[in-house]
């Protein structure tokens, strides 16, 4: 399955998103080829660290400027993880093309909400014209949830979003702002290794799960 996590705006979560996926996909058995288009190079930086640390298992990501939706292909085995950044919008759009889904992680804001209608309109007539899986799947979902339930950004988000076109998903599994995310990234380790009894890991293994129902064995 070739995942690109993808939005425009900085912040919204793409690059921890990506990181915490492929530990727990690599944890779970699976074998993961992460991409990380980004000249940030947070996902790939985010490997190195854990390598230089020892943190197991590894993780193979690589940064690179490009990828071609054939290199993509090559690795329908694994499953692929692309992060992408908005500075590098035709990386983004070649890596789009032979994506199975777009996951894109949406900050509870109108703001957010309006940068994600921007990114659909950028590339969504491209998308339509040269994707060669057809057209993938895109599915969204609010990250950095407010933890307190009496504030209705994120709702209102949702609620938005499931109005968007493009969107094909509205997922229900938040993940809410926690420090555990940023805290864990700095140590090279996923939310739930260095606290698998917190929320938010509880948070990341549910909308983990959801992305790859056919996992088994669900380990931390
Ligand atoms: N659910 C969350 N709760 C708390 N902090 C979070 C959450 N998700 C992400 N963060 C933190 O927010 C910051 C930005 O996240 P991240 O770097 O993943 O965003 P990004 O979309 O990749 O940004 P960019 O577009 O700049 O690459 C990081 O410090 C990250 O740890
Ligand atoms: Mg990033």
């Given at each position: 399955m070739i995942t690109v996590i993808a939005n425009l705006k900085g912040g919204s979560g793409k690059s921890t998103v990506a990181f915490n996926l492929a530990v727990w996909l690599e944890r779970n058995g699976r074998r993961?080829?992460?991409y990380d288009l980004d000249p940030q190079c947070t996902f790939s930086d985010l490997g190195m660290l854990?390598?230089?640390?020892?943190?197991?298992?590894?993780?193979?990501i690589q940064s690179v400027r490009a990828v071609l939706g054939e290199q993509l292909v090559a690795h329908r085995d694994c499953e692929v993880l692309v992060d992408v950044g908005a500075a590098n919008m035709a990386a983004m759009k070649e890596a789009m093309t032979s994506a199975d889904?777009?996951?894109v992680p949406v900050p509870p804001s109108q703001a957010d909400v309006w940068a994600t209608q921007r990114f659909l309109h950028i590339v969504g007539p491209d998308?339509?014209?040269?994707?060669?899986?057809?057209?993938?799947r895109t599915m969204a979902f609010v990250n950095r949830a407010d933890t307190n339930k009496s504030i209705r950004e994120t709702h209102e988000t949702e609620e938005a979003l499931r109005m968007l076109p493009?969107?094909?998903?509205?997922?229900?599994?938040?993940?809410?702002?926690?420090?555990?995310?940023?805290?864990?990234?700095?140590?090279g380790l996923a939310v739930f290794e260095m606290w698998p009894r917190s929320k938010a890991a509880d948070e990341f293994r549910a909308l983990a799960a959801a992305l790859y129902p056919d996992v088994t064995g669900q380990l931390n």
């Open positions: 993961v080829v992460g854990r390598k230089e640390i020892g943190n197991k298992p590894d993780l193979n889904r777009i996951l998308m339509e014209a040269v994707s060669m899986n057809g057209r993938h493009g969107i094909d998903e509205v997922m229900p599994h938040r993940l809410k702002m926690r420090t555990g995310f940023r805290r864990s990234l700095s140590e």
